[in-house]
Antibody, heavy 121, light 108 residues
């Protein structure tokens, strides 16, 4: 069974930092790129970052560029998002998500359950 | 950045009716990299369609996707009670990846 489990969310003051983690099991993590997507309360989905399978290629949304850093540890089957200089507008549920993967049962992608980050004084 | 504009914002329909959701892109999107998601409150998004027209595993065949270039559609042939949710289109061929703002399908 594929599982993506995020952790590390919580309440942080403006200007503060948090590190999110996403523990992956059930597929060969090192073979696939990964993404972080967030959703502000009552709002739509916003893609924020991509990392290739090796970590060589990384992309960010303009809204987080220079403040957030995506990384991965393929030996630990884990994805990370270091978030610095947090702002109120970063308040959201953060999801880690796989690309579409072809498994025996078919093609789909996988998402974690999300972790809530609240930026407030 | 490719802006995806979904219409309508809200679709009020009854169970058994047909739903047609639209997604218009500000520039061409490779069909290979256009997807549709369903999201219910408190849940992660669920992939319905990838590559513009391929159903993801486990997705009922009442869901279908079509389109190319700058105009894509998601059709639900006959709405079931569990289909009332928010739907997002998503392009993942060009960075930054983008989502549409969503279409809410609500019970009339």
């Amino acid at each position: 069974e594929v599982q993506l489990v995020e952790s590390g969310g919580g309440l942080v003051k403006p200007g503060g930092s948090l590190r999110l983690s996403c523990a992956v099991s059930g597929f060969t993590f090192s073979s696939y790129s990964m993404n972080w997507v967030r959703q502000a309360p009552g709002k739509g989905l916003e893609w924020i970052s991509f990392i290739s399978s090796s970590g060589k290629y990384i992309f960010y949304a303009d809204s987080v560029k220079g403040r957030f850093t995506i990384s991965r540890d393929n030996a630990k089957n884990s994805l990370y998002l270091q978030m610095n200089s947090l702002r109120a507008e970063d308040t959201a549920v953060y999801f880690c998500a796989s690309p579409t993967i072809t498994m025996i049962q078919g093609v789909t992608d996988y998402w974690g359950q999300g972790t809530l980050v609240t930026v407030s004084s | 950045e490719i802006v995806l504009t979904q219409s309508p914002g809200t679709l009020s329909l009854s169970p058994g009716e047909r739903a047609t959701l639209s997604c218009r892109a500000s520039q061409g999107v490779s069909s290979s990299y256009l997807g549709w998601y369903q999201q219910k409150p408190g849940q992660a998004p669920r992939l319905l369609i990838y590559g513009a027209s391929s159903r993801a595993t486990g997705v009922p065949d009442r869901f279908s996707g079509s389109g190319s270039g700058t105009y894509f559609t998601l059709t639900i042939s006959r709405l079931e009670p569990e289909d009332f949710a928010v739907y997002y289109c998503h392009q993942y061929g060009t960075s930054p990846r983008t989502f549409g703002q969503g279409t809410k399908v609500e019970i009339k």
